[in-house]
């Protein structure tokens, strides 16, 4: 009798193979263990078990395994289906779900780049003589592929070697982003012990008699005391008194003062108070609320306005679950956001808390995995971006999916393309578990299902600690623009909402949706504007590092001086970005401290927490940025924001335009006036009448949804029906034309639905390939996965004829 094991492999390919194992092997493996397996003639894998059997293969000789790497299974049979419903749902194959499930140190491969970690002491009396070779191999170059420590060592046992030093931390994979973030120190000061007593006093003044300055400094020390319990910072302190930090060096050096200090926002985990929320009374009963319409539905939906408290609803909700003993995945769409929250949820649950995404590193990563994987105390609660639904969860009972709207949840590439709130949904489903949606601006389509019944609802209509909701300001730049009532981007008004805000000692927050300096630079002698050489696009100007960059492909060249097409130095740029607004701010406010948060500023990985401490603890006057601005984050000392040109989203050309653009913008006003004080937005538009700013203006989510809705009826969109975006790339725009007619033709054949295309998108051209879409709507009467699976068998039609197989062709379902 022979024994075989069915290997799921990291490559997009559409089976699973088949590979002979001994029977004591056969006996012991189970589905969920990792084999590292040989593929082709030279390359190997971390291939991952799904099933035993008997059956041999018909079409190939089944190769043996090299080894087994796992003593127990990594992966749980609940994943393994899960991952099967996303490959058949998002019609993309199950290596590609394997691939993007598992951190990548857990799946090697012969092409895996590994380097040395740098000042790490290695005590080379302690490696095994495989692991010696390597090391040594290593400190000759600088990173070496796994293929080549192959021949090093022996081939079979490259990978638990490679897997001990990356558990020695000695070596690391060449992808990882390796930063140190230092976390952040503030100077606090206090008296020294033998002063405390009130007595002393008088000796105190004695001893200062003659120092005038470093007396009146003591005294706002006293005053500053008797007004607040919290600890003084030298900050405070010197803002307070109206005198120097010199002055309070020469304290300390009489041995009056002593100073000391405190990490900042790095919250200690002793100090956990189970008790500290206390819930409003719309809090508390939309609480009771959401409790009662899980017991009926699996789904429910918080709809709260910004600032009206959600996250300390689900933090209470949280604490029932963990109450049953069960475990909590709590999704957001942004690594932003995560560095807030977890610094709130710690607060309450100490380190029951883990952290997932794609900025930590290798290492954290299957650190994380494995406490989840073994029921750890560490990782009751998860939080993560869209990754961490692909963890190995044993008892989940909650999944909160917090700004549900957010574009980002969908992964747009590689495969799988998934959007991560309906996969949870799915896999909430499979464990059991109940889901709770929260979001100030719903998707259309979540609030659809709420309407016909699917999901429950529930609505907190106030802000939290009755902070009112901001007041709007629309401007119209016509009409600015005519009266010359701007300077730069900025009108008269928004200007004077700044200058007033910072004056209060206030923060403002500025949103443009677009990052550089300018996106277009043109010749006004000839017109031309420098293009990407290898997309269809122009060329975006950075002015921080002087030059025109491609934002789809990286292509860069300096800053021209003079135009490439008539050689006139007579250039201007069109158009503006985050960094025209940082310059322009800069001459406007030249004391104030201006930052911008963007993709070219937040690449490291703590550098989102950089800015967010920073403009948390109010270093920061003035933040501009992009949409990472929009999500739900939360400060409270921003009474302004201004949104410096609405219009760049309306336009859009998507079906989601006006959805996108309402919930952009609300979201973004939300983040104004969170406490006490009445926050202010500013709206700058050459379009004030649009039916969406008008909705924006008046918090009218009802008008937006049901003015949508209408239109998506009429032109047959989701929620009606269901979208399925076929994209094809190739170099030779001919052949390229005439392979999207075929499909589309033939789809068209088989089909009696909305089959459209294949069109050029507004950008019909990336890094020299060409590109064609076609759009297949499926409605709501038909069979889903039927449909399906003819798209899928035209495909491999498709892919069978010789002229057409090098055509690059994507399937994005759901396409968002």
Known sequence: MHFFVEVILPLSLPQTFTYRVSEAEFEFLKPGMRVAVSFGKTKFYTGLVMELHNVEPLLYEAKEIHQIIDDVPLVTEMQLKHWQWIASYYMCSIGEVYKSALPSALILESETLISPVKDSFVDKNELSDEEFLLIEALSQQSAIKISEAASIVNKRKVFPVIQQLLSK???????????????????????IPEFESSNKLEDLLQILKNAQK???????????????????????????????????????????FEEYYIQHDRVSFDDVDENKIVLSEDQYQAFQEIKNVLTEKDVCLLHGVTASGKTEVYIKLIEEFLQQEKKVLYLLPEIALTTQLVTRLTKYFGNKVAVFHSKYSNNERVEVWNQVLNKSDKAQVVIGARSALFLPFQDLGFVIIDEEHEATFK????????????????????????????????????????????????????????????????????????????T??????????????????????????????????????????????????????????????????????????????????????????????????????????????????????????????????????????????????????????????ADSMLYFPDFRAFERSYQMMTQVSGRAGRSDKKGKVIIQTYNPLHNTIQQVTNNDYQGMFKEQLYERYIYKYPPYYKLIKLTLKHKDFDKLKEGSMWLYQVLKQQFDIPVLGPEEPPVSKIRNEYIRTILIKIPQEYHLGNTKKTIQKILNSFDAISQYRSIKVVVNVDYY
């Open 169 to 191: 931390n000695i070596i690391t994979l060449q992808e990882e982003m390796v930063e140190e973030y230092k976390p952040k120190l503030v100077r606090y000061i206090r008296l």
């Open 214 to 256: 470093q007396k009146e400094l003591l005294l706002s020390y006293f005053q500053l005391k008797a007004s607040q319990k919290t600890p003084i910072s030298v900050k405070q302190l010197t803002e307070y008194s109206g005198s120097s930090s010199a002055i309070v060096k020469a304290l300390i050096d009489k041995e009056i």
């Open 411 to 486: 992964q747009v590439d590689p495969a799988p393309r998934y959007h991560a709130r309906d996969a949870a949904i799915v896999l909430a489903n499979f464990h059991g578990a109940k889901v709770l949606l929260g979001s100030a601006t719903p998707s259309v389509e979540t609030y659809f299902n709420t309407q016909k019944g699917k999901y429950g609802l529930v609505e907190l209509h106030k802000r939290f600690g009755n902070a009112i909701m901001p007041e709007i300001h629309l401007v119209d730049l016509k009409d600015a623009y005519f009266r010359k009532k701007m």
């Open 488 to 645: 730069g981007h900025f009108s008269q008004s928004l200007i004077d909402a700044i200058t007033e805000a910072l004056s209060l000692g206030e923060q403002v927050i500025l949103f443009q949706n677009r990052r550089g300096y300018s996106p277009v630079i043109e010749c006004m002698t000839c017109g031309h504007v420098p293009q990407c050489t290898q997309c269809d696009v122009s060329l975006t100007y950075h002015k921080f590092k002087n030059q025109l960059r491609c934002h789809y492909c990286g292509f860069t060249i300096a800053k021209p001086t003079r135009c490439h097409a008539c050689s006139s130095i007579d250039l201007t740029s069109k158009g503006f970005g985050t960094e025209q607004i940082e310059l322009e701010l800069n001459n406007l406010f030249p004391n104030k401290n201006i930052k911008r948060m963007d993709q070219d500023t937040t690449r490291g990985k703590y550098a989102f927490e950089k800015l967010i401490d920073s403009f948390k603890n109010r270093e920061i006057d003035v933040l501009v940025g992009t949409q990472m601005l929009a999500k739900g984050l939360d400060f409270d000392n921003v009474s302004i924001v201004g949104i410096l040109n």
